[in-house]
């Protein structure tokens, strides 16, 4: 076995990431100034936005007491503060690599407090996106119990701290010292908040109470236990008279504070309510939950109307000071900006720049300057990939019908049609392009899978569509006539790339299962099989380890990529290294190692002489093919890039990230 190996894994870090290795904090604003969208090095264009996107799950998020910016914080320990009205992002935090969960805002807005697990947290000063001091509250022997919750009191001199063993810390917000501890609840301290006077913390356990404090006395005034539920989160009305509270059993209870009277309790949520706040006038309640809704009560209306509604669960919940704007986020990388109309009755998300979730597969037109995006929202998205564009580049978002998402996307050897499918009962949706690019009507065409569709590829004359499935099966469809051809039995799991040799003779498969396969497209008689090494260890029932879960994933074909000529074939898999084989043989792999994470997509340039790739560690890397080395590298975007696709002059690449963007990069 051949194997090539580019051996300066440490530039694939960049220097921003290199930085943040020792424990430094990096601005992209220097000195507090507010940073664009810069390009990376060698890009020409970002397709789409990377405002209000993380590298991570969000965690949290806090609006600042002007109502101006507001910041959120990923659990790879990234804080973003973001400018609330363009969603221009205006600082980055970063240097602790710990988990981080809760933010808090100083009530003057300098300052910004960010803590997870351990004993300590960070309050940053925002302006200068430098440390300003470390605070911490345990000692070492308790280190890993952390802490779940912080809030700032409203004169700004004092940090409350809700510790995982139930317990309320008040320290010193300058000096880190310790000035108060109250004990009762018997877990986890969800959430707190400081009464509007800073006389009363109130607090939600997951014993399943509601728990009011007298800061200055250290000592419990109240405990509610709303019908045994959690408590997920607790909110205060301006005027210090109320506090509502957010149950695990999907319902929002309103609570007086003098006695504790259960003011009402109306069933909100289909499934857990997750986070719940009111304006700042005291009018408006919003709350959020695992449902993914976002439910509106205003003074006038005793039912919630739904305001939104996004398609996963949804924890962390932030409400502009007028009640207008409402930020929400929860189990992904994305904080969602929410309209709220005045009359309460109304109310959307603010339209992205791009897609709206992650991009999933990337193509580019062989007849000029324009790419196909599309994405987990269900979008096709055509854009301008000339070098010299001013302005926006999108030029038409196609959504087809249904909510789901599409993973594959192909043009026509002609350049004449755009094909694209995923969770689409087995469809393929198909546009014609004119002269122009612009698409027509909307074609769609059974392929017979059963189920999602996750490849695509035209035969050389454009006749025929070969598409790969969930269900194991490769399928051959007339684009014409939507007439069914081939149907083969092609895996043991999902399809998820197909090809066809420049001939029109072979299909290319590639499978989770492990293994690359070639049929004759005229029959389907299978010609040859490759199989990716398997790691033959036993793995336990049950919950399976992190190692093993690791090792099955690099047993599993993501891409492939045919060379112009049908000479050789490209894999990305889950394994760091690039896998060329010979065709139709299959026989011994070369390898092409430089990826420093598994390298899942490839793309020959359209001359055959050069091979782009793709990996979890964020880069792309270009590779000589004749000397078998790396001749360039590409790093730029947050997430993973899990799709290329070369421009026809081979001049540029296109790369499709989980960040939701697509960059396009110069390839010299």
């Known amino acids: 076995m051949l194997t090539i190996d580019s051996s300066d894994a440490v530039r694939r870090v960049a220097p921003a990431a290199a930085l943040l290795l020792l424990g430094i904090g990096v601005a992209l604003a220097g000195d507090g100034e507010a940073p664009s969208e810069p390009l990376p090095e060698h890009a020409f264009a970002r397709l789409g936005s990377t405002a209000w996107r993380h590298g991570d799950r969000v965690g949290d998020v806090v609006i600042a007491p002007d109502g101006r910016r507001a910041a959120s914080v990923d659990q790879g320990g990234t804080i973003r503060v973001w400018e ?12 602790r690599r710990a988990y981080l969960g809760d933010l808090a805002w100083s009530p003057d807005g300098n300052e910004l407090a960010a ?8 309050v940053w000063d925002v302006a200068t996106c430098r440390p300003a001091r470390t605070l911490t509250w345990l000692p070492t022997g308790q280190s890993r119990r952390g802490n779940s919750d912080i809030a700032w009191s409203p004169d700004g001199k004092t940090i409350a701290v809700g510790a995982v063993d139930g317990s309320i810390v008040l320290l010193d917000a300058r000096t880190g010292d310790e000035t108060g501890r109250m004990e009762g609840h018997d877990w986890l301290v969800l959430a707190l908040a400081w009464s509007p006077d800073g006389r009363t913390i109130a607090t939600a356990g997951q014993d399943g109470t509601l728990r009011l404090w007298d800061v200055a006395k250290g000592r419990e005034t109240l405990k509610l236990e709303p019908g045994g539920s959690r408590v997920e989160d607790v909110a205060w009305t301006p005027d210090g008279k109320v506090i509502a509270a957010a149950l695990q059993d999907g319902s929002i209870g309103t609570y007086r504070v003098v006695d504790g009277f259960e003011i009402r309790r109306v069933d909100a949520h289909r499934d857990g309510a997750q986070a ?43 409400l502009t000071p007028d009640g207008r704007t409402c930020l929400v986020a929860g189990g992904d990388t994305r904080v969602r900006v929410i309209e709220l109309e005045a009359d309460g009755d109304r109310g959307g998300e603010r339209a992205p720049d791009g897609h709206a979730g992650e991009v999933t597969a990337v193509a580019w037109s062989p007849r000029g300057p324009l790419v196909a995006s599309v994405g987990d929202d269900g979008a096709l998205l055509l854009w301008d990939a000339r070098p010299a564009v001013e302005g926006d580049r999108l030029r038409k978002r196609l959504t087809p019908p249904g909510d789901g998402a599409l993973r594959a996307v192909a043009f026509a050897p002609d350049g004449r049609s755009v094909a694209a499918a995923g969770e689409t009962a087995g469809a393929v949706h198909l546009w014609a392009l004119d002269g122009d690019g612009a698409p027509g009507a909307r074609r769609d065409v059974a392929t017979g899978h059963l189920g999602d569709v ?9 006749r025929r569509l070969v598409t790969g499935g969930i269900d194991g099966s490769v399928r051959v469809t007339a684009v014409a006539d939507g007439e069914a051809g081939l149907a083969i039995v092609a895996a043991e799991r999902v399809v998820t790339a197909v090809a066809v040799t420049p001939d029109g003779a072979t299909i290319v498969s590639g499978s989770l299962d492990g293994a690359v396969r070639l049929h004759r497209l005229a029959d389907g008689r299978e010609l040859a099989s490759f199989e990716l090494p398997r790691d033959d260890r036993p793995i336990s029932c049950g919950e399976m380890s992190e190692e093993d ?54 793309a020959f340039a359209p ?16 590779w000589d093919l004749a000397r078998r080395r790396e001749i360039a590298t590409f790093d730029g975007h947050r997430r993973p890039p899990i799709d290329l696709a070369w421009s026809p002059d081979g001049r540029a690449v296109a790369s499709g990230s989980r960040d939701g963007t697509v960059l396009l990069w110069r390839v010299r």
């Not at 803590?115 to 960070?122: I, K």
């Not at 996750?454 to 454009?462: L, M, Q, S, V, Y």
């Open 549 to 602: 879960l690791m090792a099955q994933m690099r047993h599993q074909v993501r891409r492939l990529a045919l060379a112009p000529d049908g000479g050789s074939l490209a894999i990305g898999s889950g394994f760091d290294e690039i896998r060329l084989l010979d065709l139709p043989a299959l026989g011994e792999p070369t390898l092409l190692k430089g990826h420093i994470a598994s390298a899942t997509a490839v």
């Open 84 to 95: 609330i009205a363009t969603g221009r992002e205006v600082a980055t935090l970063s240097g």
């Open 115 to 122: 803590s997870g697990y351990g004993p300590d947290f960070v």
């Open 454 to 462: 996750e490849a695509i590829a035209f035969t050389p004359d454009g």
């Open 607 to 622: 001359g055959g002489e050069r091979l782009a790739s793709a990996g979890l560690d964020r880069t792309i890397a270009i």
């Open 276 to 318: 719940v706040t009111f304006s700042r006038d005291g009018r408006t309640l919003v709350s959020v939950g695992y449902d993914g809704r976002v439910l509106r009560w205003t003074e006038d209306r005793g039912e919630p109307v739904e305001i939104a509604t996004s398609g996963g669960r949804l924890d962390v919940l932030a």
